[in-house]
């Protein structure tokens, strides 16, 4: 059996996460399918 904790980050850090996962996009064209997602940290 796996648990995973994962913690929603706030609003700024949601911001620069997406801002920074969009950068990243524009110079590697990684794909934006995780944009979607919300900002989290996962504990597993």
Excluded at 2 to 16: C, G, P, S, Y
């Amino acid at each position: 059996m796996r648990t995973a904790f994962a913690l929603l980050a706030d609003r700024d850090v949601h911001n620069f996460v997406r801002k920074l996962a969009w950068d990243i996009h524009q110079k590697q064209r990684t794909g934006t399918r995780h944009c979607r997602l919300l900002s989290h940290i996962s504990l597993k």
